[in-house]
């Protein structure tokens, strides 16, 4: 199956500063990536999708301009986690699908993030 | 709402075992529906999918089977193994459209005892 390389698997930072994590389909082009939220023994929270080249849509409670997506090419998206605070603690997925009319969506192996 | 509804929430099988997860949807017009498997710490990885078209789909010791008129469809995992044991989510979604997304069922932690 197609591979999505997500990058990087555990960051520790301090309350304040700003991370990003970095998202890349490695053997094809996505169209379209989505980015997930997961806390522990919980389901996936769908975050936002990007489609390449046009600003993000995101869901509803989710605060744009605290999870910044960037989606500049048809094989990188980034999730910035602006000014972190421990409650932005979390395990990080993104996934990638090939086109529009393709289904499958292929996840990364997530971030997870410790805000101290 | 909840619109993916997955049972049982855990599941304990003894190895060589038949393991069946359910999932029941609400929304009609969800016509492709996958399952994914996670292990502690890493991302989902796409195990099977089915459309409506179909009632069972077969891949090595895992199949789907798939009640349209019950909005059911199921996991049966054949000769279960340790290393199956994992959370195992279904999902849903209408396969077409350039920002479909699926919604995800719960999830359920499958043990499989040596």
């Known amino acids: 199956g197609a591979v999505v390389s997500q990058h990087p698997s555990w960051v520790i930072c301090k309350s304040g500063t700003s991370v990003k994590i970095e998202c890349r389909s490695l053997?094809?082009?996505?169209?379209?990536m989505f980015w997930y939220r997961q806390f522990p023994k919980q389901s996936l929270m769908l975050m936002a999708t990007s489609n390449e080249g046009s600003k993000a849509t995101y869901e509803q409670g989710v605060e744009k301009d605290k999870f910044l997506i960037n989606h500049a090419s048809l094989t990188l998206s980034t999730l910035t986690v602006t000014s972190a605070h421990p409650e932005d603690s979390s395990f990080y997925i993104c996934?990638?699908?090939?086109?529009?009319?393709?289904?499958?969506?292929?996840f990364g192996s997530g971030t997870q993030l410790s805000v101290l | 709402q909840q619109q993916v509804k997955q049972s049982p929430q855990s599941l304990i099988v003894q190895k060589g075992g038949i393991s069946i997860i359910n999932c029941a949807y609400e929304?009609?017009?969800?016509?492709?529906f996958p399952w994914y498997q996670q292990f502690p710490g890493k991302g989902p990885a796409l195990l099977i999918a089915i459309r409506p078209d179909v009632s069972e789909k077969k891949e090595g010791r895992f199949t789907i089977s798939f009640n349209k008129s019950a909005k059911q469809f199921s996991l049966h995992i054949m000769d279960s193994q340790p290393g199956d044991s994992a959370t195992y989510f279904c999902a849903a979604s209408m396969s077409s459209g350039a920002n479909s997304k699926l919604t995800f069922g719960k999830g359920i932690t499958l043990s499989v005892r040596p």
């Open positions: 053997d094809f082009q996505a169209t379209t």
């Open positions: 996934s990638a699908r090939e086109s529009f009319s393709n289904e499958k969506l292929f």
């Open positions: 929304n009609t017009a969800f016509d492709y």
